[in-house]
């Protein structure tokens, strides 16, 4: 707490001086958020963004448990068990002073379901929501949906009327290059408020002093300046200047170096969260590859031999420098439907994979366009690079096309890409999650991540089957036939679970949340 005779000199600054002191924590990472549409991506550094200004009806806490937000109740009713039942909380405004109520909510519930969101899966189960009073509401969901708490804890809140009155009831068609005044602008009921936004450049956030939970959190951040910097070696320079006061993804190579700096500090800790690559095994011939008449991924022992020509450790070891864990399937051990068995790495074996190569046709190989992004993940563009020259050991030559997030995705949405990298947090903690956006076939509902044009209308049945399985043992007997069909047909190619690396100035003081984001309401200064 600050004294009297700090709080009165703080009053007195004005806003330039504001920006430099104790309160304003200056924050950067590789990537910006795409956009400030709160269901249009479903991204990682988009939803951290969203997080400080918007808020869902609950919340994972900095140690990833689940504690109540804009919601203070909630559980499957008494009368049917189809419908959750939500008890919302009183007296909250949206930043512009709006009233929040239910209406709200069923508003944002019914604009996260349409086609252009993406976090319809999330709520594909969802057969109506409806407002129960003015601070309550009820979702009906066709059979009972056992996880439907897990699958909130990232759906943001909108206030009906600003979305009204500025055109944006509808969610912004990002794959499809539209623009929207949600895009660039927004209105929350989260701990800061937006004061400026350049996308790529800078984003300005300032505490909103009418925040409900001002006295339940420590509040002591008071202004975020929120800075891209794509290059590591500038992130970090700006880190060690002091430029910045905390980066979320302190490069490996830097981490002692970091580490070692008087006044920094780096907190590590696993991820929720597998990179992996995705190949079109759907389509009938591809775009990107020089074999005519053909799908060389269409072959489940093409993809056998790339699973097994990936050397994992030396992936680790060298482009990682030891900051990875090796993984051989796409869902980290935090989820669950993780088994230590389904996880085992593939070994790599060079003479192995060549013939299963030749087996299917390929004794010769053939070339492939690889999409990859710079600016994502954690050595995201060099992880590509070394599993080039892995493929090129049994005949698959690689063109690697590495470009910025922000243009990578759209290739996924949109089926642009043969052969791209991914990777997939798990916020529900549970393997539905991974089944409905990259394993269920593309649809209105269903698939919006999965790219390899995969389909099996068995294995979609099973799939949609886990949101009503309320037997909870047998629903983790479905989820261990489901993995076990994603890893028979050789889905996705698994190559770590990330290891996250939070570097920050000494009076800077947090835990590290396992899904990455960094909820800064959360918070303190040392």
């Known amino acids: 707490m600050k004294n009297a005779t700090t709080l009165l000199a703080v009053a007195l600054l004005s806003s330039t001086a504001l920006t430099a002191s104790a309160e304003t924590l200056r924050w950067a990472r590789a990537g910006d958020a795409l956009t400030l549409d709160p269901h249009a991506q479903n991204e990682g550094p988009t939803s951290a963004l969203a997080h400080q200004i918007m808020e869902p009806l609950l919340i994972r806490d900095m140690t990833g448990a689940i504690v109540p937000a804009l919601a203070t109740e909630w559980g499957p009713s008494e ?37 252009d969101s993406d976090y319809k899966e999330l709520l594909a189960s969802v057969k109506e929501v409806r407002a129960n009073g003015k601070y309550g509401f009820e979702i009906v969901t066709n059979g009972p949906n056992p996880i439907m708490p897990s699958n909130l804890t990232n759906m943001f809140i909108m206030d009906k009327d600003w979305a009204e009155a500025n055109n944006a009831v509808k969610v912004q068609d990002y794959e499809g290059g539209e623009d929207t005044f949600a895009a660039k602008n927004a209105n929350g ?29 420590p509040m002591e951040v008071t202004e975020i300046v929120y800075t891209p910097i794509q290059n590591a070696a500038t992130r970090v320079a700006a880190l060690l200047s002091g430029e910045v006061d905390f980066i979320q993804d302190v490069p490996v190579q830097d981490l002692e170096r970091v580490a070692g700096t008087d006044g920094l500090t780096v907190k590590t800790a696993p991820q929720n969260r597998v990179i992996f690559l995705g190949m079109n095994q759907g389509d009938a011939d591809l775009a990107s590859d020089n074999i005519d008449g053909r799908n060389p991924f269409a072959d489940v022992r093409v993809r056998q031999a790339m699973n097994m020509a990936i050397n994992r450790d030396a992936i680790k070891q060298v482009v990682m420098r030891g900051q990875s864990v090796p993984a051989g399937m796409t869902a980290p051990p935090f989820v669950n439907g993780w088994t230590a068995e389904l996880d085992a790495v593939p070994e790599t074996d060079v003479e192995k994979a060549k013939a299963l190569m030749a087996e299917a046709g390929y004794p010769d190989g053939f070339s492939i366009q690889l999409d990859c992004p710079n600016d994502r993940y954690i050595n995201d563009e060099a992880i590509c690079q070394a599993a080039v020259g892995m493929f090129a050991q049994i005949g698959v030559n690689v063109r690697l096309d590495a470009k910025p997030k922000a243009q990578h995705f759209p290739l996924i949405g949109n089926l642009e890409t043969d052969f791209y990298m991914l990777g997939w947090g798990v916020p529900t903690y549970d393997s539905e999650y991974v089944f409905n956006f990259l394993a269920h076939t593309k649809g209105e509902k269903y698939g919006s991540w999965n790219g390899t044009r995969f389909s099996d209308p068995a294995l979609d049945a099973k799939i949609e089957a886990l949101a009503s399985e309320t037997d909870l043992e ?47 309401k959360y918070f303190t200064f040392n």
């Open 79 to 115: 009368e049917d068990p189809n419908v959750w039942f939500f008890k919302l909380r009183e007296g909250v405004t949206f930043h512009d002073g709006a009233e929040f109520d239910s209406e709200d909510a069923v508003f944002s519930l019914n604009r996260a379901m349409t086609e």
């Open 189 to 217: 009921t989260g701990p800061y408020r937006l004061v400026s936004r350049e996308p790529d450049t800078k984003t300005v956030l300032a505490i909103n002093e009418n925040y409900w939970g001002k006295d339940e959190f």
């Open 474 to 520: 047998k629903r983790d007997a479905m989820i261990g036939e489901i993995w076990n069909v994603v890893q028979e047909e050789v889905l996705y190619l698994p190559i770590h679970h990330q290891v996250l690396n939070w570097g920050m100035s000494s009076k800077v003081d947090t835990i590290v949340a396992p899904d990455d984001t960094a909820k800064f």
